[in-house]
């Protein structure tokens, strides 16, 4: 079974920046995507940003562009996300995703396997 192991999150002044990890163990294609969303208390999971095997189709959010960028080392079976300028809205808990064989224009749609969340908490 794949297993996602998150690293990262707590609590940052607004404007500062932090960086996530997520590591994929167990078995996984060789050419697998991944992604990150996040959730906010009483609101809906939302897209953040995802990523190819190759890194070299990477979606974002419109409200994290220009702000966060998703990175993955696939040696390491690990993907990033580096998240700068940070706002309040930001704050939420942040899950990382993982997808084996993505498919189809929207691919980041359909993440299969899940990470168990860290919280990320940006203050004013």
């Known amino acids: 079974q794949v297993q996602l192991v998150q690293s990262g999150g707590g609590l940052v002044q607004a404007g500062g920046s932090l960086s996530l990890s997520c590591a994929v163990s167990?078995?996984?294609?060789?050419?697998?995507?991944m992604g990150w969303f996040r959730q906010a208390p009483g609101k809906e999971r939302e897209f953040v940003a995802a990523?190819?095997?190759?890194?070299?189709?990477?979606p974002y959010a419109d409200p994290v562009k220009g702000r966060f960028t998703i990175s993955r080392d696939n040696a390491k079976n690990t993907v990033y996300l580096q998240m700068n300028s940070l706002k309040p809205e930001d704050t939420a808990v942040y899950y990382c995703a993982a997808d084996p064989m993505p498919y189809g224009s929207r691919w980041w749609d359909a993440m299969d396997y899940w990470g168990k969340g860290t919280l990320v908490t940006v203050s004013s």
């Open positions: 167990g078995r996984t294609f060789s050419r697998y995507a």
């Open positions: 990523i190819n095997w190759s890194g070299g189709s990477t």
